[in-house]
């Protein structure tokens, strides 16, 4: 640790002996009349000669001018809804000046004019103004969900597929972890923005930013209420009838001053939805044992929510502000986890309870600096209750019923987040430093499959006759013939009717593969500690040349591994554009940049739980006790295995070394376009392994005790290791424009190819012994993602906001659903067929496949399968009914529709100032806005996971629409085109 600490004393000491060139700088706090400082604001800088130069306010509302001559300059500012009263004008010598700004409300005028200078549809130089990035705000959030489980995935699809094999990071105001913010309160969201900072630790492709608003100077405020029900709604294609659905989502808004230094926010919001949960799977008829394939049932699910967040903005003194916020969610779902392939048996009783508390003080320390400190602390506890206690009938690939097999399960969670960040100038050096510092415990009880599961699995058996007897083939001996899982457990209930025992069943094609329960202490907790500091350096080289460069190091409890040293570079050129009043309308960009991903602490609980001392898994392999559940202590005598797990020694944190080339050209009409080609490349990337699986050779399914293991005891050891690989590239386009006053789009293209031999530690190699065919597609390998949405004002003020995401279909994994090597793993790949006349052959899209393939015959690689691509259009549509005249007063910018169109550009270059600076009292003091929000426009049907296992009565099908399902949290799956009616008062 100490020769890393030196190693950064080193960078910081050489950055600082180089920053003191120039001499001449400005910069300062852009912030609003409550105190509240203004991320994203737009600074203007008009120098003696007239020549422009712009810039943006991070994310603490601090803005940097460097290697400025002396002279008077002019600085104008803005920001949706936001403006100078009139600009300043300061007078710069050879030293530095701080010069803070203050924003107002604007007035809001009907008559908007759009320059070719708007922001966000230029092109520049500056680090965070990348135009492959996606900022949304006022109208153009309109174009996502309300609900916070369709925003996330909504802006998960925005961020494309992702760069990397763990899937975008969501940060909220600047804090990891937490949960998402009601969108009431969300007044911007950044996608992809200035990916190779040090700052974060995640990958900048993928990264989506949320920051909360801040109170406001004069009181105002909303109030919504949504409703919609399934008599307005299509039917999901999964389910043979339309399923029950009724929504009421009421809240709202209120902002203003609590007195001259110091202002609220706060939201509340309420959904109370009667979820239609779509069971769709393969069953058997109670009296009969037909088959009824496909079985679709709906069942009833009520889900309640609540959330609230206040705010609380008070400026400590001139260069110091501070900003609390709290937040809570709690939600209530008595008839969880049912849907999919899970019967009504399978409820659950959850309910979920979250706290989160964000503290953030900024600090102007002087002309040279600004420090930002910050903490989070968010406490989630959640409590699972199984509504039936019994034991679990798995019937792979067809249906899942009896308990839940979670018991009385409890968590509580509690994380804390600190952190420091200083913003440095030095002449034409803008230097960011910083450390964070996060730590986390988990106190649980889990008596999850503690009553026992029993799994039934298909596979080879004899052909039986009417009278259920074998039919012998010309040797004399029974044909062989495949059956799936629902009819090896049709078999063994109808077997078990004429009074055959278990293994009689057996030999018929009957009885269960497997069966597992778990014994010991369900109570565990345990702590996790991890630390990153990181150095950056955004040197402007030129007028039209900016070096960024850094270094980040990480470090975390709980794995033995020092090596994490993160360093990133990026560099952005305009060419043909050094002239001082030149404006770029060309910008070449490169990176590079390594990122690690920390080992989480549920994995270290799994390993620590499931230690063969803690708690003790058995698993038998077909066991011929069916169905009686037989004691914890009788199990080691009954042929069982127990499975332990463990974390490899060595194992080292994931990274990937990412590099990137973009191009950025600014357009006619308003708009910008970059293309981007990206390259990840993943190493040490987590995956499992059986370390104790039978000798190759050893195991028969039928005869399980003659199997030989190398650690010479039965039982799998599963180890979780950082052996993974993972390739990636990506072709990325973005197109930002403002045709004009009433439309503005956004919208991107993503050729994507990534291959990897692992998605994570639930991978293990489907043959123990061999990784031949592991390595293949990623499961983030969707080759095409097209996205499109905005904002556009059409006639009589009819705001229309649509977002458009199209997608290929992803991979998945062909299976033979059943255990082919003694892991106790249904994981086993299908062979090639290489003899038409094999008996068991599965004829499939894929050609005819083995599910009982010999050792040396070829085999299908991992995610061998395809499945078929998405396409989701959503609308909103709005109308706004103004009354009533306020003083420079306008409706949130967080509701649809809300007050009359705004300009992009707002500030002291806009229409909306009178004479003296004062603004105009031409806004309405109260609104009513009307609109319906549609997702899946197009009534699309769009398919969840494809299942895989070929030995199911379903293969290569899903069983329910993207995003549905039984799941734990909220689910609004019921219909497939879902309308909701929506109504919102603002002042």
């Given at each position: 640790?100490?020769?890393?600490?030196?190693?950064?004393g080193?960078?910081?000491?050489?950055?600082?002996?180089?920053?003191?060139?120039?001499?001449?700088?400005?910069?300062?706090?852009?912030?609003?009349?409550?105190?509240?400082?203004?991320?994203?604001?737009?600074?203007?800088l008009?120098?003696?000669?007239?020549?422009?130069?712009?810039?943006?306010?991070n994310?603490?509302?601090?803005?940097?001018?460097?290697?400025?001559?002396?002279?008077?300059?002019?600085?104008?500012?803005?920001?949706?809804?936001?403006?100078?009263?009139?600009?300043?004008?300061?007078?710069?010598?050879?030293?530095?000046?701080?010069?803070?700004?203050?924003?107002?409300?604007?007035?809001?005028?009907?008559?908007?004019?759009?320059?070719?200078t708007a922001?966000?549809?230029?092109?520049?130089t500056?680090?965070?103004?990348n135009?492959?990035?996606?900022?949304?705000?006022?109208?153009?959030?309109?174009?996502?969900a309300?609900?916070?489980?369709?925003?996330?995935?909504?802006?998960?699809?925005?961020?494309?597929?992702?760069?990397?094999?763990?899937?975008?990071?969501?940060?909220?105001?600047?804090?990891?972890?937490?949960q998402l913010?009601?969108?009431?309160?969300?007044?911007?969201i950044?996608?992809?923005?200035?990916?190779?900072?040090?700052?974060y630790?995640?990958?900048?492709f993928?990264?989506?930013?949320?920051?909360?608003?801040?109170?406001?100077?004069?009181?105002?405020?909303?109030?919504?209420?949504?409703?919609?029900?399934?008599?307005?709604?299509?039917?999901?294609?999964?389910?043979?009838?339309?399923?029950?659905?009724?929504?009421?989502?009421?809240?709202g808004?209120?902002?203003?001053?609590?007195?001259?230094?110091?202002?609220?926010?706060?939201?509340?919001?309420?959904?109370?939805?009667?979820?239609?949960?779509?069971?769709?799977?393969?069953?058997?008829?109670?009296?009969?044992?037909?088959?009824?394939?496909?079985?679709?049932?709906?069942f009833?699910?009520?889900?309640?929510?609540?959330?609230?967040?206040?705010?609380?903005?008070y400026?400590?003194?001139?260069?110091?502000?501070?900003?609390?916020?709290?937040?809570?969610?709690?939600?209530?779902?008595?008839?969880?986890?049912?849907?999919?392939?899970?019967?009504?048996?399978?409820?659950?009783?959850?309910?979920?309870?979250?706290?989160?508390?964000?503290?953030?003080?900024t600090?102007?320390?002087?002309s040279?600096?600004?420090?930002?400190?910050?903490?989070?602390?968010?406490?989630?506890?959640?409590?699972?209750?199984?509504?039936?206690?019994?034991?679990?009938?798995?019937?792979?690939?067809?249906?899942?019923?009896g308990?839940?097999?979670?018991g009385?399960?409890?968590?509580?969670?509690?994380?804390?987040?600190?952190?420091?960040?200083?913003?440095?100038?030095?002449?034409?050096?803008?230097?960011?430093?910083?450390?964070?510092?996060?730590?986390?415990?988990?106190?649980?009880?889990?008596?999850?499959?503690?009553?026992?599961?029993?799994?039934?699995?298909?596979?080879?058996?004899?052909?039986?006759d009417s009278?259920?007897?074998?039919?012998?083939?010309?040797n004399?001996?029974?044909?062989?013939?495949?059956i799936?899982?629902?009819?090896?457990?049709?078999?063994?209930?109808?077997?078990?009717?004429?009074?055959?025992?278990?293994?009689?069943?057996?030999?018929?094609?009957?009885?269960?593969?497997?069966?597992?329960?778990?014994?010991?202490?369900?109570?565990?907790?345990?702590?996790?500690?991890?630390?990153?500091?990181?150095?950056?350096?955004?040197?402007?080289?030129?007028?039209?040349l900016?070096?960024?460069?850094?270094?980040?190091?990480?470090?975390?409890?709980?794995?033995?591994?020092?090596?994490?040293?993160?360093?990133?570079?990026?560099?952005?050129?305009?060419?043909?554009?050094?002239?001082?009043?030149?404006?770029?309308?060309?910008?070449?960009?490169?990176?590079?940049?390594?990122f690690?991903?920390?080992?989480?602490?549920?994995?270290?609980?799994?390993?620590?739980?499931?230690n063969?001392?803690?708690?003790?898994?058995?698993?038998?392999?077909?066991?011929?006790?069916?169905?009686?559940?037989?004691?914890a202590?009788?199990?080691?005598?009954?042929?069982?295995?127990?499975?332990?797990?463990?974390?490899?020694?060595?194992l080292?944190?994931p990274?990937?070394?990412?590099?990137?080339?973009?191009?950025?050209?600014?357009?006619?009409?308003?708009?910008?376009?970059?293309?981007?080609?990206?390259?990840?490349?993943?190493?040490?990337?987590?995956?499992?392994?059986?370390?104790?699986?039978?000798?190759?050779?050893?195991?028969?399914p039928?005869?399980?005790?003659?199997?030989?293991?190398?650690?010479?005891?039965?039982?799998?050891?599963?180890q979780?290791?950082?052996?993974?690989?993972?390739?990636?590239?990506?072709?990325?386009?973005?197109?930002?424009?403002?045709?004009?006053?009433?439309?503005?789009?956004?919208?991107?293209?993503?050729?994507?190819?990534?291959?990897?031999?692992?998605?994570?530690?639930?991978?293990?190699?489907a043959?123990?012994?061999?990784?031949?065919?592991?390595?293949?597609?990623?499961?983030?390998?969707?080759?095409?993602?097209?996205?499109?949405?905005?904002?556009?004002?059409?006639?009589?003020?009819?705001?229309?906001?649509?977002?458009?995401?199209i997608?290929?279909?992803?991979?998945?994994?062909?299976?033979?659903?059943?255990?082919?090597?003694?892991?106790?793993?249904?994981?086993?790949?299908?062979?090639?067929?290489?003899?038409p006349n094999?008996p068991?052959?599965?004829?499939?899209?894929?050609?005819?496949?083995?599910?009982?393939?010999?050792?040396?015959?070829?085999?299908?690689?991992?995610?061998?399968?395809?499945?078929?691509?998405?396409?989701?259009?959503?609308l909103?549509?709005?109308?706004?009914?103004s009354?009533?005249?306020?003083?420079g007063?306008?409706?949130?910018?967080?509701?649809?529709?809300?007050?009359?169109?705004?300009?992009?550009?707002?500030g002291?270059?806009?229409?909306?100032?009178a004479?003296?600076?004062?603004?105009?009292?031409?806004?309405?003091?109260?609104?009513?806005i009307?609109?319906?929000?549609?997702?899946?426009?197009?009534?699309?049907?769009?398919?969840?996971?494809?299942?895989?296992?070929?030995?199911?009565?379903?293969?290569?099908?899903?069983?329910?629409?993207?995003?549905?399902?039984?799941?734990?949290?909220?689910?609004?799956?019921?219909?497939?085109?879902r309308?909701?009616l929506?109504?919102?008062?603002?002042?």
């Amino acid at each position: 640790m100490a020769h890393y600490l030196k190693i950064v004393g080193i960078l910081l000491a050489l950055a600082g002996s180089s920053l003191f060139g120039q001499t001449v700088a400005l910069t300062g706090v852009v912030s609003d009349e409550s105190g509240g400082v203004v991320p994203g604001a737009s600074v203007t800088l008009t120098d003696p000669a007239g020549a422009l130069r712009r810039t943006r306010a991070n994310g603490q509302g601090a803005y940097f001018f460097n290697g400025l001559a002396a002279g008077d300059y002019t600085v104008a500012v803005s920001a949706p809804g936001l403006a100078l009263v009139q600009p300043a004008r300061t007078t710069l010598s050879s030293g530095r000046q701080v010069l803070n700004l203050v924003l107002k409300l604007t007035a809001v005028t009907e008559k908007v004019t759009v320059g070719d200078t708007a922001p966000g549809q230029t092109v520049s130089t500056d680090v965070s103004n990348n135009a492959s990035a996606l900022v949304l705000r006022g109208e153009d959030l309109q174009a996502l969900a309300d609900d916070p489980t369709d925003l996330a995935a909504d802006l998960q699809a925005l961020a494309g597929p992702s760069a990397g094999p763990n899937g975008g990071s969501i940060f909220i105001d600047g804090f990891s972890g937490g949960q998402l913010p009601s969108k009431e309160s969300i007044r911007e969201i950044r996608i992809n923005q200035n990916p190779f900072s040090p700052e974060y630790d995640k990958l900048g492709f993928g990264r989506i930013e949320i920051f909360t608003k801040p109170g406001s100077d004069k009181f105002k405020g909303a109030a919504y209420y949504n409703y919609a029900h399934d008599a307005l709604n299509s039917r999901n294609p999964y389910a043979a009838q339309k399923a029950p659905f009724e929504l009421f989502e009421y809240g709202g808004s209120l902002s203003g001053p609590v007195n001259k230094r110091s202002s609220f926010f706060f939201d509340v919001r309420r959904d109370a939805i009667d979820n239609g949960a779509i069971i769709n799977g393969t069953v058997l008829e109670p009296a009969t044992l037909a088959v009824v394939n496909p079985f679709t049932q709906v069942f009833l699910v009520p889900q309640r929510r609540v959330t609230l967040g206040p705010r609380l903005d008070y400026q400590l003194s001139t260069n110091h502000t501070l900003a609390i916020r709290y937040s809570y969610n709690g939600t209530d779902i008595p008839q969880s986890n049912i849907g999919s392939f899970n019967l009504p048996s399978r409820g659950i009783d959850a309910a979920t309870k979250s706290n989160t508390l964000q503290v953030t003080e900024t600090a102007v320390l002087g002309s040279r600096a600004i420090n930002e400190l910050r903490f989070q602390f968010f406490r989630l506890g959640s409590t699972a209750t199984a509504n039936d206690p019994g034991p679990a009938i798995q019937v792979i690939g067809a249906f899942t019923g009896g308990g839940a097999q979670v018991g009385r399960s409890a968590q509580t969670s509690n994380s804390y987040e600190l952190q420091n960040y200083t913003s440095l100038l030095r002449g034409a050096h803008s230097i960011k430093f910083g450390l964070r510092v996060r730590s986390e415990s988990l106190d649980t009880v889990s008596p999850v499959n503690f009553g026992g599961s029993f799994a039934f699995g298909g596979g080879l058996a004899p052909q039986l006759d009417s009278g259920n007897r074998p039919v012998l083939g010309p040797n004399g001996q029974p044909v062989q013939i495949t059956i799936d899982s629902i009819e090896r457990y049709r078999r063994t209930l109808l077997l078990g009717r004429l009074g055959l025992t278990v293994p009689q069943m057996r030999a018929l094609g009957g009885g269960p593969t497997q069966f597992s329960l778990n014994a010991g202490n369900p109570a565990l907790s345990g702590s996790q500690t991890d630390l990153g500091f990181f150095l950056g350096d955004d040197w402007r080289a030129r007028s039209n040349l900016t070096i960024s460069a850094g270094l980040r190091y990480e470090y975390q409890t709980n794995i033995s591994d020092w090596r994490n040293l993160a360093p990133r570079i990026g560099i952005a050129w305009a060419p043909g554009a050094a002239a001082a009043k030149a404006r770029p309308k060309t910008v070449l960009r490169a990176g590079f940049g390594m990122f690690y991903d920390r080992f989480a602490l549920s994995n270290t609980f799994t390993a620590q739980r499931y230690n063969g001392l803690l708690q003790q898994q058995y698993v038998v392999t077909n066991p011929d006790f069916y169905p009686t559940i037989p004691d914890a202590s009788a199990l080691p005598g009954l042929r069982s295995t127990q499975t332990v797990q463990r974390v490899a020694s060595d194992l080292r944190a994931p990274y990937v070394m990412q590099s990137a080339l973009s191009f950025e050209r600014q357009l006619p009409l308003n708009s910008t376009i970059a293309v981007t080609y990206a390259n990840t490349h993943g190493l040490h990337i987590l995956r499992s392994r059986d370390l104790n699986a039978p000798l190759p050779g050893t195991f028969d399914p039928l005869s399980p005790t003659n199997a030989q293991y190398p650690l010479g005891r039965p039982g799998p050891l599963f180890q979780m290791e950082s052996a993974g690989l993972y390739n990636q590239n990506q072709l990325i386009t973005n197109v930002n424009t403002k045709v004009n006053s009433k439309i503005s789009l956004f919208g991107s293209y993503v050729l994507n190819k990534a291959l990897s031999n692992t998605d994570g530690l639930s991978t293990f190699p489907a043959n123990p012994y061999s990784f031949a065919g592991e390595y293949g597609p990623a499961s983030t390998d969707i080759r095409h993602r097209g996205s499109l949405g905005g904002a556009i004002n059409t006639k009589w003020d009819i705001r229309l906001n649509p977002l458009f995401v199209i997608d290929s279909g992803p991979p998945f994994d062909l299976t033979v659903g059943r255990d082919l090597y003694g892991t106790t793993l249904f994981n086993g790949r299908p062979g090639i067929a290489t003899n038409p006349n094999k008996p068991g052959l599965v004829a499939t899209s894929y050609g005819l496949l083995d599910p009982n393939p010999a050792p040396d015959q070829p085999r299908v690689g991992r995610n061998f399968g395809r499945g078929p691509g998405s396409i989701m259009l959503n609308l909103r549509i709005g109308k706004t009914f103004s009354f009533g005249h306020g003083e420079g007063q306008d409706a949130p910018t967080n509701i649809p529709g809300g007050g009359p169109q705004r300009s992009a550009n707002a500030g002291v270059f806009s229409s909306g100032g009178a004479a003296g600076g004062a603004p105009a009292k031409t806004s309405h003091r109260y609104n009513i806005i009307l609109s319906m929000s549609i997702r899946n426009v197009l009534n699309h049907t769009n398919p969840g996971a494809i299942i895989g296992n070929i030995t199911s009565p379903l293969f290569g099908r899903a069983n329910q629409m993207a995003g549905g399902g039984g799941g734990g949290g909220f689910s609004e799956a019921a219909n497939n085109r879902r309308l909701e009616l929506q109504t919102r008062f603002t002042f």
